[in-house]
């Protein structure tokens, strides 16, 4: 694994960026697999100021994003679609037909589960950005997940409901269950780029990168992959 070590979270989401930007530009056909969360906004400021300022195109880009909870829809201001388009689609020339997540309010769960990894198949990831959760998950793919797993509904760790309920009024409200790609999904980009900041990340981030590849640890699947690069500030990266 690559690790760039930086002095704060503003910095980590330059260097992101610019991975980032490398693959638009260079390929204005990239297939771009995006995360939700509060680490990659930044990452996203940075693309939305680039387009304004000079012009990237996203007209022929697709997006693919990791995970949705069950039973919120694009209405729902806590919905990940409602964050993808709040916080990057409404700034990029992207047509909204080509940005693509798990449907949470699909009636029949494993069908869409089966839609979502057809779609995965047909748009191989250029580039798969990813957050990781105190715990060791990326995506919403909790410790004990099967590396050979693709999209399934979970349900979510107890830890998991506390960290996400500061973005909710109430923990009740925070969803219980969600749709996630799998770890075998996530392995397949041909590059992958990890963001992780601030102090509460630093267990899991040491755990990725340095500790036993275990399903356990289902970020430790990462030290297996040819091109990912960890992109951590000096808090995040402490225990390393
Ligand atoms: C959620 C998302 C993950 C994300 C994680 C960390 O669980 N499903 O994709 O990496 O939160 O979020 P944050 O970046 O807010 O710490």
């Known amino acids: 694994m690559n690790i760039i070590i930086t002095k704060d979270q503003a910095e980590m989401s330059r260097e992101g960026a610019k991975i980032f930007l490398d693959v638009i530009r260079n390929d204005p056909?990239?297939?771009?697999?995006?995360?939700?969360?509060?680490?990659?906004?930044?990452?996203?400021?940075?693309?939305?100021?680039d387009r304004r300022r000079n012009g990237t195109s996203y007209r022929n880009i697709r997006t693919v994003n990791l995970d949705e909870y069950i039973g919120l829809g694009a209405e729902d201001e806590q919905s990940y679609v409602y964050f993808m388009r709040h916080n990057l689609f409404r700034y990029l020339d992207i047509p909204l037909e080509n940005t693509h997540l798990p449907n949470?309010?699909?009636?029949?769960?494993?069908?869409?589960?089966?839609?979502?990894?057809?779609?995965?198949d047909t748009l191989p990831r250029t580039v798969q950005l990813l957050g990781i959760g105190s715990n060791g998950h990326i995506?919403?793919?909790?410790?004990?997940?099967?590396?050979?797993?693709?999209?399934?509904?979970?349900?979510?760790?107890?830890?998991?409901?506390?960290?996400?309920?500061r973005l909710f009024a109430r923990q009740e409200n925070v969803p219980r269950?969600?749709?996630?790609?799998?770890?075998?999904?996530?392995?397949?980009?041909?590059?992958?780029?990890?963001?992780?900041?601030?102090?509460g990340k630093a267990n899991a981030v040491s755990s990725m990168v340095r500790g036993v590849v275990t399903e356990a640890v289902p970020a430790s699947i990462l030290q297996r992959h040819p091109n990912c690069t960890l992109i951590a500030d000096k808090e995040a990266a402490s225990l390393i």
């Open 29 to 49: 056909y990239a297939v771009l697999g995006l995360a939700t969360g509060t680490t990659p906004l930044g990452l996203y400021a940075q693309l939305a100021e």
């Open 104 to 120: 949470g309010k699909a009636e029949d769960l494993s069908a869409e589960c089966a839609r979502y990894n057809a779609l995965l």
């Open 139 to 165: 995506a919403f793919n909790e410790p004990g997940t099967p590396f050979g797993s693709e999209t399934h509904v979970v349900t979510l760790a107890e830890s998991t409901v506390r960290d996400n309920s």
């Open 177 to 199: 269950r969600a749709l996630t790609m799998g770890l075998k999904n996530i392995m397949e980009a041909e590059k992958i780029v990890v963001l992780a900041s601030g102090a």
